[in-house]
């Protein structure tokens, strides 16, 4: 393995370690199912999506450790399509009890989020720390 890729991991493993774990979350997974069962909605609502927090954490590592093995343009375009993979998931399960009406909305808000909402906190930052900006195509 080439001296800057080891660098680089390194990197990333020290600042894993510094940064708050979002991991404890997962212990909302199996509260959720246990709601569920015993048919507690709201409950089951709130918890489920606590427990979506630690998962979308790990989707996001996976696909960086993956981005150092495969170079930024392929672990970019990994990154974009795998960090909607929760709301794929919520989706499908959506479709599947034919609420179409709230998988229109959810994408709807997603593209809206996305298109305006990041793209405009970036500007945003990226304007008030620097005269001039450039984007890489």
């Keep these: 393995m080439p001296e ?9 493993e020290i600042g894993a370690l510094t940064r708050p774990s979002v991991y404890w979350l ?3 997974v199996p509260v959720s199912a246990g709601l569920a069962i015993a048919h507690q909605q709201t409950a089951t609502f709130i918890t489920a999506a606590i427990s979506l927090i630690p998962l979308a954490a790990l989707i996001g590592s996976a696909t960086e450790q ?3 093995h495969i170079g930024p343009q392929r672990g970019g375009l990994l990154n974009a399509t795998l960090s909607n993979l929760t709301e794929l998931i919520v989706g499908v399960f959506l479709i599947g009890a034919g609420e179409f009406t709230i998988v229109k909305a959810t994408l709807i808000g997603s593209i809206i989020g996305n298109a305006l909402l990041v793209l405009g906190a970036s500007f945003a930052v990226g304007g008030s720390r620097h005269k001039s900006m450039s984007f890489s195509a």
């Excluded at 800057?4 to 990333?12: P, S």
């Design 4 to 12: 800057k890729q080891v660098k680089e991991r390194r990197r990333i």
């Design 26 to 28: 997962l212990a909302f």
């Design 66 to 68: 993956l981005a150092i």
